[in-house]
T-cell receptor, first 117, second 113 residues
Framework: AQSVTQLGSHVSVSEGALVLLRCNYS??????LFWYVQYPNQGLQLLLK??????LVKGINGFEAEFKKSETSFHLTKPSAHMSDAAEYFC???????????????FGQGTILTVHP | DVKVTQSSRYLVKRTGEKVFLECVQD?????MFWYRQDPGLGLRLIYF???????EKGDIPEGYSVSREKKERFSLILESASTNQTSMYLC???FGDGGNTIYFGEGSWLTVV
């Protein structure tokens, strides 16, 4: 079975500082990996996804993530935090195409990002 | 833009009531999902459907059922609501298989008293 672990339920950074949100996955085969963001009182919005093309994936709002198979990790980074980045971030995994997963996602526990002025 | 619409944003129901949460998507997606979101637990899959009238259990189906009579609509049913079902419920949809983006609705906050 697949699983996702996000290290740190809360991360706090200063505006302009590096953002690093950690995600590790467990899967018998290299999966597809996603990062979603949730702003208060809203649904989830896709930030970026890895689907076995380039291992460094660029997403919206200046975020990027790198797939490292040897470390089973997919950490999310942004060079310079902005106040508007304050939200909850979810890492998720799905099985590769060709199975019967229908693309359903298994999510991590979420990381709340706080940005201080 | 894909739109997933959940009919009720906030509901308060009594213990033992039958509760319907409705979800509609406008992109002709085959797959639809119901997730439950709780603090510290992330999102957990309750049920999903890959075609009209087809459904499969997710990780936490107990106490829930679903209905998909039309491709665009997926309903979550709590047969007899209990206080431990107080939560945020998120509907989502996608097409095809793994790797495709799953689009989420804005969520329904359900409080059972």
């Amino acid at each position: 079975a697949q699983s996702v672990t996000q290290l740190g339920s809360h991360v706090s950074v200063s505006e302009g500082a590096l953002v690093l949100l950690r995600c590790n996955y467990s899967s018998s085969v290299p999966p597809y990996l996603f990062w979603y963001v949730q702003y208060p009182n809203q649904g989830l919005q896709l930030l970026l996804k890895y689907t076995s093309a380039a291992t460094l994936v660029k997403g919206i709002n200046g975020f990027e993530a790198e797939f490292k198979k040897s470390e089973t990790s997919f950490h999310l980074t942004k060079p310079s935090a902005h106040m508007s980045d304050a939200a909850e971030y979810f890492c998720a995994v799905s099985e590769v195409a060709g199975g019967t997963s229908y693309g359903k996602l298994t999510f991590g526990q979420g990381t709340i990002l706080t940005v201080h002025p | 833009d894909v739109k997933v619409t959940q009919s009720s944003r906030y509901l308060v129901k009594r213990t033992g009531e039958k509760v319907f949460l409705e979800c509609v998507q406008d992109m002709d997606h085959e797959n639809m999902f119901w997730y439950r979101q709780d603090p510290g637990l992330g999102l957990r899959l309750i049920y999903f459907s890959y075609d009209v009238k087809m459904k499969e259990k997710g990780d936490i189906p107990e106490g829930y059922s679903v209905s998909r009579e039309k491709k665009e609509r997926f309903s979550l049913i709590l047969e007899s609501a209990s206080t431990n079902q107080t939560s945020m419920y998120l509907c989502a949809s996608s097409f095809g298989d793994g790797g495709n983006t799953i689009y989420f609705g804005e969520g329904s906050w359900l409080t059972v008293v």
